[in-house]
């Protein structure tokens, strides 16, 4: 018997063991991502003292020393809140950010040096899927470890916290776990050992976050610093989360809305086009 004739035969075409049918995927290999969005956030929950109530703790702590340094800071300058209202949203979107760039970035390059990143590029999933699936994993651990700083901060009410506007508050922080889940995707596929990640940290996001207006309204810095912060993507995220919490704002709510979600939409496209080609990956 030929061997094309072989492999027309139905019951070794590719075949489900269980039904007898042949299995074909349609334009999304639903199964396949699924099982890759839960490694994602399975990989981060299995250590959640470290990735997510680790970073809360932090969060907290940074919050109290910044109230004891700072006791009669007026609200005066700070858009009419006090300073703890006006630094809580900040630090949470500063843990968000962090934690969303940490699940992708971990994720790849140890994917990378301990050689399994055979586990999801054998898989018949497509580039698009493996976008999706890694930055799903990154926006659950931003959000969750959102959330939880929040709930924290609120029920032991180390600072004031209410709602103005939710959907401020549900869209920046959304678009900031895929922006930095997204960095941190480019970042696990370019750095081959742990020092380049922590170059990316140090060099790249540290600089942006402590620039952004985290800890103070940037209209405080001289030019051109205060021109170069309010086209910080990080700025603009965290003024548009802080004016979900606030009601205040100290840049362009739409301007810095449409502007983070096309460089987010930018970004995810290079993720797209990075596993597309297997740089760094397949070679």
Same mark, same amino acid.
């Given at each position: 018997?030929?061997?094309?004739?072989?492999?027309d035969r139905?019951?070794?075409?590719?075949?489900?063991? *269980?039904?007898?049918?042949?299995?074909?995927?349609?334009?999304?290999?639903?199964?396949?991502?699924?099982?890759?969005?839960?490694?994602?956030?399975?990989?981060?929950?299995?250590v959640g003292?470290?990735?997510?109530?680790?970073?809360?703790?932090?969060?907290?702590?940074?919050?109290?020393?910044?109230?004891?340094?700072?006791?009669?800071?007026?609200?005066?300058?700070?858009?009419?809140?006090?300073? !703890?209202e006006f630094?809580?949203?900040?630090?949470?979107?500063?843990?968000?950010?962090?934690?969303?760039? !940490?699940?992708?970035?971990?994720?790849?390059?140890?994917?990378?040096?301990?050689?399994?990143?055979?586990?999801?590029?054998?898989?018949?999933?497509?580039?698009?899927?493996?976008?999706?699936?890694?930055?799903?994993?990154?926006?659950?651990?931003?959000?969750?470890?959102?959330?939880?700083?929040?709930?924290?901060?609120?029920?032991?009410?180390?600072?004031?916290?209410?709602?103005?506007? *939710?959907?401020?508050?549900?869209?920046?922080?959304?678009?900031?776990?895929?922006?930095?889940?997204?960095?941190?995707?480019?970042?696990?596929?370019?750095?081959?050992?742990?020092?380049?990640? *922590?170059?990316?940290?140090?060099?790249?996001?540290?600089?942006?976050?402590?620039?952004?207006?985290?800890?103070?309204?940037?209209?405080?810095?001289?030019?051109?610093?205060?021109?170069?912060?309010?086209?910080?993507?990080?700025?603009?995220?965290?003024?548009?989360?802080?004016?979900?919490?606030?009601?205040?704002?100290?840049?362009?709510?739409?301007?810095?809305?449409?502007?983070?979600? *096309?460089?987010?939409?930018?970004?995810?496209?290079?993720?797209?086009?990075?596993?597309?080609?297997?740089?760094?990956?397949?070679?």
């Amino acid at each position: 018997m030929r061997m094309d004739q072989i492999l027309d035969r139905p019951s070794l075409a590719g075949m489900s063991p *269980a039904s007898g049918d042949v299995r074909r995927y349609g334009a999304v290999n639903w199964l396949g991502l699924s099982t890759l969005c839960q490694r994602e956030i399975k990989r981060f929950w299995k250590v959640g003292m470290q990735t997510l109530f680790a970073p809360v703790v932090s969060s907290i702590l940074m919050l109290f020393v910044f109230k004891l340094a700072f006791p009669g800071h007026g609200g005066e300058q700070l858009g009419g809140v006090s300073f !703890a209202e006006f630094l809580a949203p900040g630090l949470v979107m500063m843990a968000v950010l962090n934690n969303a760039f !940490a699940n992708t970035s971990s994720s790849l390059i140890i994917a990378k040096v301990q050689g399994n990143a055979v586990d999801f590029l054998m898989p018949p999933l497509s580039p698009l899927e493996l976008t999706v699936g890694f930055l799903t994993g990154a926006v659950a651990r931003g959000v969750l470890v959102g959330v939880v700083t929040v709930a924290v901060i609120a029920l032991a009410q180390i600072a004031p916290v209410r709602i103005s506007h *939710a959907w401020a508050i549900v869209y920046y922080a959304v678009i900031a776990s895929v922006f930095m889940g997204a960095v941190g995707l480019l970042g696990g596929v370019w750095a081959d050992k742990f020092d380049h990640m *922590a170059a990316v940290q140090n060099f790249v996001i540290m600089p942006l976050t402590m620039l952004s207006g985290t800890f103070y309204p940037i209209s405080v810095l001289v030019e051109p610093f205060e021109s170069i912060s309010r086209v910080n993507p990080f700025f603009n995220l965290i003024d548009g989360f802080r004016y979900g919490f606030t009601g205040h704002h100290e840049g362009d709510l739409l301007f810095g809305a449409l502007s983070c979600l *096309a460089v987010t939409a930018a970004l995810c496209a290079v993720c797209w086009m990075v596993l597309r080609s297997g740089w760094k990956l397949k070679a």
